[in-house]
T-cell receptor
Framework: NAGVTQTPKFQVLKTGQSMTLQCAQDMNHNSMYWYRQDPGMGLRLIYYSASEGTTDKGEVPNGYNVSRLNKREFSLRLESAAPSQTSVYFC????????????FGQGTRLTVV | QKEVEQNSGPLSVPEGAIASLNCTYSDRVSQSFFWYRQYSGKSPELIMSIYSNGDKEDGRFTAQLNKASQYVSLLIRDSQPSDSATYLCAAEVGSARQLTFGSGTQLTVLP
């Protein structure tokens, strides 16, 4: 049982380049999330999707777009990467949005130079 | 004011001692609270959830919730070196019940 799978695990981008982080879950969960983690900042919510076909902004959405492709997949796109987007990105999923455990992927370490 | 706040630490305790981790939250409507453990370079994993006032025990872990004081804590009894990690407090906040995390407390258990 793979759980939540993120790709890639590591990525280096030049300023202005674009890329998409992929996330897939095999637990039939309704809700999916993208967080970024910076030293001393904890996890900050970028976007979330409460169910297939819906997406909502979190705490730090600027510079990002998301797509809930189907129930399994939730992608995060950086259209024009900036050094401030250097971070570790985590995808997570939960059965529902309230009162349920969130399971995390292994993370993507992104460096923008 | 951050919606979920933790003492950033770091916190060091000797092996066998009780480690106490604290968290406060600002949204009075929050109903669900969680403690996640994150080892260095790894992803967070849930260790405790609590929804009602009072204590909830699971093995060496006890979560405490006081909604009147907007306070959540985690006690780790008989701390082991393997408990050394960053502990993240989380709460569902806002009308959209977004899962919001504190900045984490780094715990080191000294052998």
């Amino acid at each position: 049982n793979a759980g939540v799978t993120q790709t890639p695990k590591f990525q280096v981008l030049k300023t202005g380049q674009s890329m998409t982080l992929q996330c897939a879950q095999d637990m039939n969960h309704n809700s999916m999330y993208w967080y970024r983690q910076d030293p001393g900042m904890g996890l900050r919510l970028i976007y979330y999707s409460a169910s297939e076909g819906t997406t909502d902004k979190g705490e730090v959405p600027n510079g990002y777009n998301v797509s809930r492709l189907n129930k399994r997949e939730f992608s995060l796109r950086l259209e024009s990467a900036a050094p401030s987007q250097t971070s570790v990105y985590f995808c997570a999923s939960s059965a529902d949005r309230v009162h349920t455990e969130a399971f995390f992927g292994q993370g993507t370490r992104l460096t923008v130079v | 004011q951050k919606e979920v706040e933790q003492n950033s630490g770091p916190l060091s305790v000797p092996e066998g001692a009780i480690a106490s981790l604290n968290c406060t939250y600002s949204d009075r409507v929050s109903q669900s609270f969680f403690w996640y453990r994150q080892y260095s370079g790894k992803s967070p994993e849930l260790i405790m959830s609590i929804y009602s006032n009072g204590d909830k025990e699971d093995g060496r872990f006890t979560a405490q919730l006081n909604k009147a004081s907007q306070y959540v804590s985690l006690l780790i009894r008989d701390s082991q070196p393997s408990d050394s990690a960053t502990y993240l407090c989380a709460a569902e906040v806002g009308s959209a019940r977004q899962l919001t995390f504190g900045s984490g407390t780094q715990l080191t258990v000294l052998p």
